[in-house]
Structure formats: C-alpha cells, structure tokens
C-alpha cells in the first residue's frame, strides 16, 4: 500500500467525510468534502500511527490537513527527517 492509499484509507475510517475519499483529488478540499475539525484530529492521530510518526507543533495547522496531498507531503517530510 502507498503512502497515498494509507492516507486515503485513513481518511475514509476517520474523516467522516460526505464524498467517497476513493474519488477525490489529491487536492481536493477536505473540508469543503465534510471533514469537520474534530474529525482532523482523529485523522491526524490515525496518520501518526498508521506511519508510525508525531506531528510537531509547527505542522499543528488546518493547512497540514486540507487535502490528501498535504497530508502526504507532511508525512513524506517527516519520514524523511527521520531517516
């Protein structure tokens, strides 16, 4: 599974979204597609441990978490430092 389909799947089980997540766009608004702010937080805490990571402070925004492609880039940082 890419690091997109786990973003995606993720956010099928915890975005509560009104859209089906399978048919949209990587940058897709996903809080014009229903996510609510409460829901960001159980994506964001699904994320970490589905990649095994923790989102600093800094990336703590609404922007971090507005589309699939932001959440990935993100993730793809923080992997990236770690290594």
Same mark, same amino acid.
């Given at each position: 599974?890419? +690091? ?8 099928? %089980?915890?975005?509560?979204? %009104? $859209?089906? =997540? ?9 809080? @014009? @597609? !229903?996510?609510?702010?409460? +829901?960001? =937080? ?7 441990? $589905? ?10 925004? %609404? ?5 699939? !492609?932001?959440?990935?880039? +993100? ?5 990236? @430092? @770690?290594?």
């Amino acid at each position: 599974m890419t +690091a997109v389909d786990t973003v995606r799947h993720v956010i099928d %089980k915890h975005g509560k979204l %009104k $859209a089906d =997540v399978a048919n949209l766009a990587e940058d897709a608004d996903l809080y @014009a @597609a !229903g996510m609510t702010s409460n +829901a960001s =937080v159980n994506v964001m805490l699904a994320v970490e441990d $589905a990649f095994d990571i923790e989102f600093p402070d800094e990336l703590l925004s %609404k922007c971090t978490f507005t589309s699939i !492609g932001s959440i990935c880039s +993100a993730v793809k940082g923080l992997l990236e @430092a @770690a290594a």
